[in-house]
C-alpha cells in the first residue's frame, strides 16, 4: 500500500478551557514541529524550566480516569494529564510531529470529546514532512496480544480495525458494543472525527461527588461529560445512541498513539480503562 506523507501543522492555533480534574484554566498552543525525530511532545510553559514531556508509552504516569505523561528522566519533572483526547485527534489526522504548549498540569476537556481538537487542528491546516512515494507495508500485529488483566487485545488483521464493549447497570448505557473500521487513518480526519471524534466524555451521577472527594472530576459540568442516572441522561441528546461506547474507542486511539505509529491490527477491548489501554500499548512496544 502507498503510506501517507507524515504531517505537522501549518502554523500554530491556541485552543483554551477547564481541566477536567483540576478545574482550573487552561491554554494549549499548537506549534509547528519539522523535526520528526522530535516527534509529538508536550511542553509546560508555566514551569521556570520548561519541561519536555514526549508523548511515548514509556512516559506514562497515571491512568486514573484519563492519561498522564511525565517528563523525560534527567530533567525538571513536569506531568500533563488528559491528553488522550488531542493525541487521538493528531494520530487520525496523520500528525506525527508536533510541539505542544500548554501552561498547566492538564489539558482542557473542551466539551469532552476530539471534535475541538480536530477544529484546530482544520483551522491551522497540515503540511507534509516526509514524502514516501514508495510502496512500504505499515506496521502490523503478526502474533495475538493479550493482557490478561482484563479484556483488551491486539489481533492480527488484514485491515486495522478497533471493537470495544462496555456494560453498566444504568439503563441508558446497559451493555454497548460498537466496531469501527477507519476509511483511511492518518490520511483523512473526516471519518474519524464523524464516527468517534464527536463522541464525549461520559459519567454516572451516583459516582460523582465520590470522585469530587477524592480530588477527580473538579472541571466536570453537564457541558462536556454526560452524565446518567439510573433511569435518564441528565443532559440529553446524545450524538450518538451508543455514544458512551464510541468515546472508550476515542480513549483508546489515543492511548495507542502513545506507541507511535499504531500498528495494522484489530483492537478488542471489553469493560477496560486507560491502564489496560496503556498496558496493551506497552506490550506492543516492547514485545518480548
Known amino acids: 500500500m502507498l503510506t501517507s506523507s507524515a504531517k505537522s ?20 498552543t499548537l506549534v509547528p514541529e519539522t523535526d520528526l525525530g522530535r516527534g509529538r511532545y508536550f511542553v ?41 483526547h488531542l493525541l487521538a485527534a493528531l494520530v487520525s489526522h496523520g500528525v506525527k510531529a508536533v510541539r505542544i504548549e500548554v501552561d498547566g498540569p492538564e489539558l482542557p476537556l473542551l466539551d469532552g470529546s476530539a471534535e475541538g481538537w480536530c477544529g484546530a487542528i482544520a483551522t491551522a491546516g497540515l503540511i507534509s514532512l516526509s514524502p514516501q512515494p514508495v510502496e512500504t507495508s505499515p506496521p502490523h500485529i503478526s502474533e495475538p496480544q493479550w493482557i490478561y488483566d482484563g479484556d483488551v487485545a491486539a489481533l492480527p488483521s488484514p485491515t486495522l480495525r478497533f471493537s470495544y464493549g462496555i456494560e453498566f447497570q444504568e439503563a441508558p448505557i446497559g451493555k454497548q458494543w460498537h466496531s469501527w473500521t477507519p476509511v483511511e487513518f492518518g490520511a483523512n480526519g473526516d471519518d474519524f472525527l464523524h464516527a468517534i471524534g464527536k463522541a464525549r466524555t461520559f459519567g454516572l451521577a451516583r459516582q460523582i461527588e465520590q470522585l469530587r472527594q477524592a480530588g ?43 506507541i507511535g505509529t499504531i500498528p495494522q491490527a484489530h483492537y478488542v477491548a471489553f469493560k477496560a480503562s486507560h491502564r489496560l489501554h496503556v498496558a496493551l500499548a506497552k506490550a506492543i512496544a516492547t514485545p518480548l
Open 9 to 28: 501543522i501549518a502554523q500554530p492555533v491556541v485552543c483554551t478551557g477547564v481541566g477536567l480534574h483540576s478545574g482550573t484554566a487552561v491554554q494549549v
Open 44 to 84: 509546560r510553559t508555566d514551569l521556570p524550566d520548561p519541561a519536555i514531556i514526549p508523548a511515548q508509552v514509556s512516559q506514562v504516569g497515571e491512568t486514573v480516569l484519563s492519561t498522564e505523561l511525565v517528563a523525560a528522566a534527567g530533567t525538571e519533572r513536569g506531568t500533563v494529564r488528559t491528553v488522550e
Open 216 to 258: 477527580l472530576i473538579r472541571g466536570g459540568t453537564l457541558d462536556n461529560a454526560l452524565v446518567c442516572d439510573e433511569e435518564r441522561w441528565l443532559n440529553p441528546p446524545l450524538r450518538f445512541e451508543n455514544e458512551p461506547v464510541r468515546h472508550k474507542i476515542l480513549d483508546l486511539v489515543g492511548d495507542l498513539s502513545l
